[in-house]
């Protein structure tokens, strides 16, 4: 059992940057895929990023690429959101999720096992 806990969240202008943290409990932190995902009033969720157990293999989606970066400390049982250049679209809730994978990280929110709470992020104008 893995329980996430997600924090960092908050009120930024555009342009701005946060980062956002989800902290693991549990065995085995380094043997899970690792994604961000979010959620917007009205919308589907949809992922952001993904990284590998390793930290060595990470994926975003396209329209955070390049502004946002995934990372993890398994020392710490940590993974963390580098989020940069924020714009007003990226307002939502942020969640993040463990994989039990010892692949490539999922882009697929139903192959994540286990969910944080989430955390508000909002971007104003």
């Known amino acids: 059992q893995v329980q996430l806990v997600e924090s960092g969240g908050g009120l930024v202008q555009a342009g701005g940057s946060l980062r956002l943290s989800c902290a693991a409990s549990g065995r085995g932190f380094s043997t899970y895929a690792m994604g961000w995902f979010r959620q917007a009033p009205g919308k589907e969720r949809e992922f952001v990023a993904a990284?590998?157990?390793?930290?060595?293999?990470?994926y975003y989606q396209d329209s955070v690429k390049g502004r946002f970066t995934i990372s993890r400390a398994n020392a710490k049982n940590t993974v963390y959101l580098q989020m940069n250049s924020l714009k007003p679209e990226d307002t939502a809730v942020y969640y993040c999720a463990a994989e039990r994978s010892s692949g490539a990280p999922s882009q697929f929110d139903y192959e994540y096992n286990y969910w944080g709470q989430g955390t508000q992020v909002t971007v104003s104008s």
């Open positions: 990284i590998g157990g390793s930290g060595g293999n990470t």
